[in-house]
């Protein structure tokens, strides 16, 4: 129990498109979820907090406007990455909260060229 | 606010010797959980330990235990008789009572050699 889908696990896109990232929970309603962006050798970061039927909560120096998260369902987080350039470039993760504990998804690998 | 630090970035080892990875975390939360995930070479993060803040016991499960001391903050992770399939970076990380989010460590990286 407890499964995340995080879809697609890799997407190379040219520079300036938009690319959507999808988190799904299976058996489970996620009233909450977590975007992580990870660069290489280093630890998870945490972009944003989303939160189902409510704005995303974004950690501090995250642009908003450019990591659009959506949280329309209990099951689906959605986080768009727009206009993206090569300094996008990076692992992403889900993650969906269940009581005191989280599941993650196995990540979307995202290159920018 | 929280933190955890992982001060052992990279521990190589050979195969079968036991390791020690180190966790210290801050909070001011009276009540927290404790997280420990490794993050083999595919990326996805798989979940070992969860343990709240007022269940101090040792965890033994197979080759791994854990060691929690509230005094000094700390929450190690020991792999016994280690083996090639354990190099991975493993992760540290901490919630509040509420979960609002988890903060990792830096990670370590732990290389088992055969």
């Known amino acids: 129990g407890a499964v995340v889908s995080q879809h697609p696990s890799w997407v190379i896109c040219k520079s300036g498109t938009s690319v959507k990232i999808e988190c799904r929970s299976l058996?489970?309603?996620?009233?909450?979820m977590f975007w992580y962006r990870q660069f290489p050798k280093q630890s998870l970061m945490l972009m944003a907090t989303?939160?189902?039927?409510?704005?995303?909560?974004?950690e501090q120096g995250v642009e908003k406007d450019k990591f659009l998260i959506n949280h329309a369902s209990l099951t689906l987080s959605t986080l768009t990455v727009t206009s993206a350039h090569p300094e996008d470039s990076s692992f992403y993760i889900c993650?969906?909260?269940?009581?005191?504990?989280?599941?993650f998804g196995s990540g979307t690998r995202l290159t920018v060229v | 606010a929280q933190k955890v630090t992982q001060a052992q970035t990279e521990i190589s080892v050979v195969e079968k010797e036991d390791v020690t990875l180190d966790c210290v975390y801050e909070?001011?939360?009276?009540?927290?959980?404790l997280f420990w995930y490794k993050q083999p070479p595919s990326g996805e993060l798989v979940f070992l330990i969860r343990?709240?803040?007022?269940?101090?016991q040792n965890e033994i499960s197979g080759r791994y235990s854990w060691n929690f001391q509230k005094s000094t903050s700390s929450f190690n992770f020991t792999i016994t008789a280690s083996q090639v399939v354990d190099s991975a970076v493993y992760f540290c990380?901490?919630?509040?009572?509420?979960?609002?989010?988890?903060?990792f460590g830096a990670g370590t990286i732990l290389r088992v050699k055969s």
């Open positions: 993650s969906a909260r269940r009581g005191y504990g989280y599941t």
């Open positions: 058996d489970f309603q996620a009233t909450t």
């Open positions: 989303s939160n189902e039927g409510s704005k995303a909560t974004y």
């Open positions: 909070t001011r939360d009276t009540t927290y959980y």
């Open positions: 343990r709240n803040s007022f269940d101090e």
């Open positions: 990380a901490l919630s509040s009572e509420y979960g609002n989010k988890l903060v």
